[in-house]
């Protein structure tokens, strides 16, 4: 069974929509962090965000929130008014003590394209 | 600007080449990481190293031999690669390899093997 799955393979989306990318995780830790990664076309991963499995606080970020519910072990990712520029591949990730030295367990990813 | 940087940038190199991959991080971290991503799969880690010693070997080919001279460098000698070998390679740094400590990517050297 995956760790992490980021059902949404791909997702097109018209400028200044809203949309959302799900992201469900499995781990038998009480204690881990998630986080999301951005990879534009450039390649590198940046970094968006990381939650520790103590605060469920959901969190915002100019047009970025994230909603973490450990009741059904998802951590998703809002984009209000999408922007061609937020065009990416977007990964969820997973680090748990569990996995002792292996840091962290991503996602397949989603592709979101934003159409002008 | 990440502080990740890695060279080439883009490889193409025949079956019986020898090359290697070269990763700087102008962080400060401990630790670094070389992860491979193919497409449509997720991304793969292949090597962690923290204090430059090696803690992670995930089952990888002996055809990828790392090498790290100091925290700051991290390389990945490639020879004998096959064609399903093709992927962009991804080196990434962080403080320390502590639950939750987020890594700093550089923009990946995209390899073609022939």
């Known amino acids: 069974a995956q760790k992490v799955t980021q059902a949404q393979t791909e997702i097109s989306v018209v400028e200044k929509e809203d949309v959302t990318l799900d992201c469900v995780y499995e781990?038998?830790?009480?204690?881990?962090?998630l986080f999301w990664y951005k990879q534009p076309p450039s390649g590198e991963l940046v970094f968006l965000i990381r939650?520790?499995?103590?605060?469920?606080q959901n969190e915002i970020s100019g047009r970025y929130s994230w909603n973490f519910q450990k009741s059904t072990s998802s951590f998703n990712f809002t984009i209000t008014a999408s922007q061609v520029v937020d065009s990416a591949v977007y990964f969820c990730?997973?680090?748990?003590?569990?996995?002792?030295?292996?840091?962290?367990?991503f996602g397949k990813g989603t592709r979101l394209s934003v159409i002008a | 600007e990440t502080g990740v940087t890695q060279t080439p940038r883009h490889l193409v190199m025949g079956m019986t080449n020898k090359k290697s991959l070269k990763c700087e991080q102008h962080?400060?971290?401990?630790?670094m990481y070389w992860y491979k991503q193919s497409a449509k799969k997720p991304l793969e880690l292949m090597f962690v190293?923290?204090?430059?010693?090696?803690?992670e070997n995930n089952s990888v080919p002996s055809r990828f031999s790392p090498e790290c001279p100091n925290s700051s460098h991290l390389f990945l000698h490639l020879h004998t690669l096959q064609p399903e070998d093709s992927a962009l390679y991804l080196c990434a740094s962080s403080q320390g390899q502590s639950l939750g400590n987020e890594q700093f990517f550089g923009p990946g050297t995209r390899l073609t093997v022939l």
């Open positions: 962080l400060g971290h401990n630790a």
């Open positions: 990730a997973l680090s748990e003590a569990y996995s002792g030295n292996t840091p962290l367990v």
């Open positions: 939650r520790n499995s103590f605060d469920e």
């Open positions: 781990t038998r830790d009480t204690t881990y962090y």
């Open positions: 190293y923290n204090f430059k010693e090696q803690t």
